[in-house]
């Protein structure tokens, strides 16, 4: 029903930046809240951001004031700016897509999509 595609994962050294980048598919994509997620081995899915269908964003945080979340309806996409990046941000980084609107947004459960993830390696 709705499938989504991560790209901009890589290797940079501790400090610098990535953006991520989620395509989906799906015709009400504008009204989907969608997140970004993270995988290690320490914590499977843990939150990293959401960005609600009006814009309304939130963050975790771990990352508040260092990764930024926007979407462009036009395309179909939600990004994550990330700066400043720390090796602990090193994980493997899955969007997805809430098309109800949960109010427990931190949760993995509340959502109903995912991508297949693209890794972001942040080096010492």
């Known amino acids: 029903q709705v499938q989504l595609v991560e790209s901009g994962g890589g290797l940079v050294q501790a400090g610098g930046s990535l953006r991520l980048s989620c395509a989906a598919s799906g015709r009400t994509f504008s009204r989907y809240h969608m997140g970004w997620f993270r995988h290690t081995l320490e914590k499977e899915r843990e939150f990293v951001a959401r960005?609600?269908?009006?814009?309304?964003?939130n963050y975790a945080d771990s990352v508040k004031g260092r990764f930024t979340i926007s979407r462009d309806n036009a395309k179909n996409t939600v990004y994550l700016q990330m700066d400043s990046l720390k090796p602990e941000d090193t994980a493997v980084y899955y969007c997805a897509a809430d098309l109800y609107g949960r109010l427990d947004y931190p949760s993995p459960v509340g959502y109903d999509f995912w991508g297949q993830g693209t890794q972001v390696t942040v080096s010492s």
């Open positions: 960005i609600s269908w009006t814009g309304a964003t």
